[in-house]
């Protein structure tokens, strides 16, 4: 009798152990999700951790963070499938015309002109101040006043599809776009999620408060821009008679140019851009042209025809949200359009 009762202490003191080990895992399992939930949604976990945890956190994070874009160095694909399928997606932005044009001889068109990703998202989309991918992934999904919506990264890049090339959308679960997100997740991948770092988006300028000066955008032109856009505005084709292969310099309107629903067609956004990349050798440290010429130029560039996008008044469903420089209506003021485009906001 006295054998089954220690035996059956000793069995019931061994359960009670596995329990106490259980609850413990159970414990730390818990925990490590709630830190990954937490980091995912941008929030600050030095709350929930050790001091000794948080000690090594923040030497990670400081190691493989990424906080400006100057010092961003392109990493080597690992040979794996997933770097293969981003190797490719680096192509198709900076070869969007030869792979997904209107004169591509792979397969569907999607592209509606012969422009490349590359051809604003400078250096395949590496270039400080001119709407990089370095940490995108790390942004998004993110609210869209556009859309009315929180926007995925997929939705984000057929905007750009639908407007800057005119083109259709790319199906989401398609190899294209699959490699477009690829490589872009590979150019952010040393950027804390959540995070925004120096050089995303475009410079700041200072707007004059006054119309634009299309006569002086025209002398600007002349002087800064037709040595590569040429004094037509449609660029320079890398091979004449093989508009497959793209161009050297874009067109910055007509029929092959983006159209008036993209970003670009906006003279603020455009007056941003051409502060702090053009004309070529141009950066953030280092503007070529004054806030004034970047002004005028890019009304200038936008005064000419170019593709009209469909349902354009769907567009921004809270009007409040609609950039001001926004050159087609609805608008929720009651300035005139020629306001909305050329100024003065």
Known sequence: MKNNLNQSQNLFKEVNKIAQQTRIVAGLFIFIVLVIVFQAL?????????????????????????????????????????????????????????????????????????????????????KAYAAPYIGLSALFPIYSGREGKVATLEERINGCFERSMNGKKLPVESDEMIAIVSYIKHLSKDVMVGSRIEGQGFVKIDAPNRKADLTHGETVFKSQCVSCHQSDGQGLVKK?????????????????????????????????????????????????????????????????????????????????KKPIDSPYPPFADNKPQEQHKYGPF
């Open 42 to 126: 941008g929030f600050n976990t030095e709350i929930l951790q050790s001091p000794s945890v948080s000690q090594e956190t923040e030497k990670i994070v400081s190691h493989n963070s990424l906080r400006d874009i100057k010092d961003f160095k392109v990493s080597p694909y690992p040979e794996t499938e997933e770097g293969k399928i981003a190797a490719y997606g680096e192509k198709l932005i900076k070869e969007t015309q030869k792979y997904l044009g209107p004169n591509n001889k792979f397969g569907a068109v999607y592209s509606g002109n012969n422009l490349a990703c590359t051809s604003c998202h400078l250096n395949g989309g590496t």
């Open 240 to 320: 004449s008679g093989s508009m497959e292969e793209g161009y050297i310099y874009p067109p910055l309107w007509g029929n092959d140019s983006f159209n008036d629903g993209a970003g670009m067609g906006r003279m603020l956004t455009a007056a941003k851009f051409i502060k702090g990349n053009m004309p070529l050798g141009a950066t953030s440290e280092s503007p070529i042209l004054t806030d004034e010429e970047a002004y005028d130029v890019a009304a200038y560039i936008n005064s000419f025809e170019r593709p009209s996008k469909l349902a354009k008044e769907k567009d921004y469903p809270d009007l409040n």
